[in-house]
């Protein structure tokens, strides 16, 4: 059966890897619940789960400041709006293409469910790259990419936010745009500045909501994260407050990386280093190998394309915080942390490991943390930013970050308990896609064939 689907799949868009990936995962997770209900075998439940509900392409032109003209692919993909309306990121990155889009809304759909809140999938973007482009550059490829997808969303109907490449300036831009076609002020996208319809805690959301998760984890055996040394990969959103709500728990945060390389601080990445990283990173938008100049210490190592594993990986750690990309972590890489005796691997970035070290991870009865639960918190404090929004009020910081607290703690439990419902305790691969695949399917089931 699990065959059948993926060979649906796979021979449908045979060029979508990444989907096919996401695909497998989920559906190897969730055959027992199948075999326990058959009539979700009969509403052909799969089969509609795995074609969105509807994928937007669109080009996007614009001009660059010496007034040359650039053409990029627009995409919005809605996958699955059971429970809500479809929320999901937008991510800018040459990579971007329509089997990347897909395997991340498809991944959103599972995670939206798990988060207690009413949030449908989705996930879009496109295939610009901001890095190195003026602001001016930025604006004007945002206010193009929306004067197409304006028509396609809106607060009812699919709620963007950011993701890779899409930050606090880009969700301005886009934001103004959508402002000035429809004439209207509404919470259309999440990840707003905090003056015009953010919410507190947002921009740290994921990072923290991922230590958070690590935390509860580590709790099932009356574990804290204190002292412990962390790999933290990446160096953009996730990653810069995931290493700052480590330095809360008093554990040592010592690698970050980017595209280019990685750096290693044996010292420690404290909170100066941090804000140098912030204002390196978001300000200066600059590369991680200027931590190595600044802390001469640390020690840089440039991305060797001859490797066939990342030297990040490498280093001995208590906890291991993939926070950059998609398989991120090979079987190889796997392999290192586990025998350099990891403890807690615990995603923040969207499916960084790849099938065979997730495998590995399982049988190593590590604390493993898929993506889909572990980096919730992200997309949960959107859901808070639009209850805020729909109310015309907002909440103090405070009281977002203990609404997160419990989110996450609540989404850790769900995953333990659908685990142990389906004799596999401790797995929390299988406890995140069976409660996120309940909780859709049931709504789907309710609502009828559509
Ligand atoms: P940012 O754009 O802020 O940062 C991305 C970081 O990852 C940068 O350091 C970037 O380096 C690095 N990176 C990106 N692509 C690659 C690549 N192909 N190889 C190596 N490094 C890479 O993005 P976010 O921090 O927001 O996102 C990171 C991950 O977290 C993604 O998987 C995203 O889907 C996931 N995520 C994000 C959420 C959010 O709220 N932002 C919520 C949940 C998950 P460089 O600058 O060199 O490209
Ligand atoms: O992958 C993700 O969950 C995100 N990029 C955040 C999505 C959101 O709507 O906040």
């Given at each position: 059966m699990k065959e059948d689907i993926l060979k649906v799949v796979k021979d449908k868009d045979p060029n979508e890897r990444e989907f096919h990936q996401a695909v497998g995962e989920v559906v190897e997770s969730i055959m027992p619940v199948l075999d326990r209900f058959p009539e979700y075998r009969k509403a052909k439940i799969l089969e509609r789960l795995v074609e969105p509900d509807r994928v937007i392409l669109f080009r996007v032109p614009w001009m660059d400041d010496r007034g040359e003209v650039h053409v990029n692919r627009g995409f919005r993909v809605e996958m699955n709006n059971a429970i809500g309306p479809y929320k999901g990121g937008l991510r800018f990155h040459p990579s971007v293409n329509l089997g990347i889009l897909k395997f991340l809304a498809f991944e959103q759909v599972f995670k939206n469910a798990l988060t207690t809140l009413p949030m449908g999938g989705g996930k879009g973007g496109s295939d610009?790259?901001?890095?190195?482009?003026s602001d001016t550059e930025v604006m004007r490829f945002c206010q193009s990419f929306m004067c197409e997808l304006f028509r396609h969303i809106?607060?009812?109907t699919d709620v963007p936010a950011g993701d890779i490449g899409v930050g606090a300036r880009e969700i301005g831009y886009l934001f103004g745009m959508y402002k000035k076609l429809t004439n209207e002020f509404t919470g259309?996208?999440?990840?707003?500045?905090?003056?015009?319809?953010g919410s507190l805690i947002r921009p740290e959301a994921t990072g923290y909501g991922s230590v958070y998760f690590a935390s509860e984890m580590l709790g099932t055996q009356n574990?804290?994260?204190?002292g412990k040394i962390c790999l933290v990969s990446g160096s953009g959103n996730v990653a810069q407050f995931t290493v700052e709500k480590l330095l809360d728990f008093n554990a040592l945060p010592v690698t970050l990386s980017d595209s280019s390389g990685y750096i290693f601080d044996e010292e420690g990445i404290d909170r100066e280093k941090l804000s140098f990283v912030k204002r390196l990173k978001?300000?200066?938008?600059?590369?991680?190998?200027?931590y190595a100049d600044a802390y001469p210490k640390a020690v840089y190592t440039p991305v060797d394309?001859?490797?066939?594993?990342?030297?990040?990986?490498?280093?001995?750690?208590h906890c291991a915080f993939p926070s950059a990309?998609?398989?991120?972590?090979n079987e190889k890489d796997a392999r290192n942390l586990v025998q350099n005796g990891v403890e807690v691997v615990c995603e923040g970035?969207?499916?960084?490991?790849?099938p065979e070290g997730v495998d590995l991870f399982l049988d190593s009865h590590i604390l493993y943390g898929p993506g889909k639960a572990a980096n919730a918190g992200g997309v949960s404090v959107s859901g808070l930013e639009m209850t805020q929004n729909s109310m015309r009020l907002s909440w103090a910081r405070e009281e977002v970050d203990q609404r997160l607290q419990m989110i996450m703690r609540s989404i850790h439990r769900t995953c333990l308990d659908a685990a142990v419902a389906y004799g596999a305790p401790g797995n929390y691969v299988r406890g995140a896609n069976i409660a996120g695949f309940v909780k859709v399917v049931e709504a789907m089931m309710d609502q009828g064939l559509v």
């Open positions: 610009f790259d901001p890095k190195g482009k809106g607060p009812n259309v996208l999440t990840g707003k500045n905090l003056n015009w319809g574990k804290t994260l204190e978001n300000v200066k938008r600059g590369r991680i190998k200027e394309p001859a490797l066939d594993y990342n030297p990040l990986w490498n280093h001995k750690a990309t998609q398989n991120e972590i970035a969207n499916m960084p490991t790849v």
